[in-house]
């Protein structure tokens, strides 16, 4: 475990890891709740399994873009002085049109703000956009585009920007693409993840960030 700034680890200090969470619909539990979100099942997860873990920002708001992101999510994650954070945004840029090169300009001042406010720059996880596609609704955002091809081209961009800084990316993709099979894992809005389905992607991403935490 990453030692704190007095030299002890985390636990050592007797604190919870502070986490913050920017990001979109996703990762405010649209489709379910806030409290069925994944970012709030990781946390509960990671406190349950011994690193004592508390969500101390999320801003994310459905609908947001990485701009948006940049606007309004920046200050109250430094605000909140996280150990721990993660960065899930995408899925708005691409729907509304925004082109590559902005995307990545953006998604790569994202990723350097929320490095610099973190003590351990290794501490930010970053998940791809899912496959929306694949849900009863999806189809009406095409607007006659491939929506699994451009969200594969955004997808690229996340990884090449995460490689040049030493990040971890967690591909959501596939296991999102389950949703298209089993009605289950859809929200009763036809776009958004289910609660079961969030439940499945927190365990997903929960070995990856309790590694990244040092346990």
Not at 8 to 16: E, F, T, V
Not at 58 to 85: C, M, Q, V, Y
Not at 175 to 189: C, Y
């Amino acid at each position: 475990m990453a030692a704190t700034p007095e030299g002890k680890s985390d636990a050592d200090s007797g604190r919870p890891i502070r986490y913050a969470v920017v990001g979109d619909s996703y990762s405010i539990g649209e489709g379910a709740t806030e409290q069925q979100s994944w970012p709030a099942l990781l946390a509960q997860h990671l406190t349950k399994s011994g690193i004592p873990v508390t969500i101390v920002s999320n801003s994310s708001r459905t609908g947001w873009t990485t701009r948006d992101a940049i606007e309004h999510e920046l200050a109250p994650f430094r605000a909140a002085k996280p150990d721990f954070g993660t960065l899930m945004l995408g899925v708005n840029d691409w729907v509304q049109g925004v082109d590559e090169k902005t995307f990545g300009t953006n998604l790569a001042h994202l990723m350097d703000e929320m490095r610099k406010a973190l003590p351990n720059d290794k501490r930010l996880l970053v998940i791809n956009i899912p496959d929306f596609s694949v849900t009863p609704d999806g189809p009406t955002y095409a607007r006659g585009r491939d929506i699994s091809a451009g969200l594969t081209k955004f997808n690229r961009i996340i990884g090449e920007e995460a490689a040049k800084r030493g990040l971890r990316v967690l591909d959501i993709f596939p296991l999102s693409q389950r949703m298209r099979n089993d009605s289950s894992l859809v929200a009763a809005d036809g776009l958004h993840p289910s609660a079961k389905a969030y439940v499945r992607w927190e365990e997903f991403i929960f070995a990856v960030a309790r590694e990244s935490l040092g346990m």
